[in-house]
């Protein structure tokens, strides 16, 4: 994951990556130590000049 791309391909089945891998033990240690993943709209406001999303 932390690896340049060698190629501009979308890789394997069988290759693991962020969209395929199982984050449970990455939640597990964010819980442990407070860490928690602000939505769009909660960086908007303190940060107006953040580019919201328009959904």
Same mark, same amino acid.
């Given at each position: 994951?932390?690896?340049?791309?060698?190629? +501009? %391909? /979308?890789?394997?089945?069988?290759?693991?990556?962020?969209? #395929?891998?199982?984050?449970?033990?990455? +939640? %597990? /240690?964010?819980?442990?130590?407070?860490?928690?993943?602000? #939505?769009?709209?909660?960086?908007?406001?303190?940060?107006?000049?953040?580019?919201?999303?328009?959904?």
């Amino acid at each position: 994951m932390n690896e340049p791309a060698q190629k +501009m %391909e /979308i890789p394997s089945d069988d290759v693991l990556t962020y969209a #395929s891998m199982d984050l449970t033990k990455t +939640m %597990e /240690i964010f819980e442990k130590y407070g860490v928690r993943i602000l #939505s769009p709209e909660e960086v908007a406001e303190p940060m107006p000049e953040f580019p919201l999303a328009k959904h």
